[in-house]
């Protein structure tokens, strides 16, 4: 269920903090220590999936959850009217560093097309 080396697992277990959010028993979300938006939000399971590229059936109404709660923080800050951006970085090539499954959500901010 949870990676004891896994930096994302720690802050979900209150090992090392991080400003939370919003918490319940699946997911939980913090804000970015390196914030790229004036909203810069994570979303995580407190299931340890390493990627998108190891998801598996079991787990589509986790990350199903994960992406729901996303877009209800994104209501509750505001951000739907202007309209914001759910990210999930997979693998090097897409500059994934942390492998434990992340939506970023960032908002506050216009976004251009194609990202970078
Ligand atoms: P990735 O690059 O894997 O898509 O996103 C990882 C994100 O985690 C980055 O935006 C980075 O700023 C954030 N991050 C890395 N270490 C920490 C940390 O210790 N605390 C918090 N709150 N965010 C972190
Ligand atoms: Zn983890």
Request: charged share 20%; glycine share 10%.
């Amino acid at each position: 269920m949870s990676d004891p080396q896994c930096l994302f697992c720690k802050i979900a277990g209150g090992e090392i903090p991080a400003k939370v959010i919003y918490q319940d028993d699946d997911v939980v979300s913090f804000e970015d220590i390196n914030p790229q938006a004036p909203v810069h939000l994570l979303v995580i399971s407190r299931t340890h999936i390493p990627s998108l590229d190891a998801l598996d059936e079991a787990q589509e109404s986790t990350v199903g959850r994960v992406v729901r709660i996303a877009a209800e923080l994104a209501r509750s800050r505001g951000l739907a009217a202007d309209g914001y951006r759910l990210v999930v970085n997979c693998g090097p090539g897409a500059g994934q560093t942390v492998y434990h499954l992340h939506v970023h959500l960032l908002g506050g901010r216009g976004f251009s097309w194609p990202p970078g």
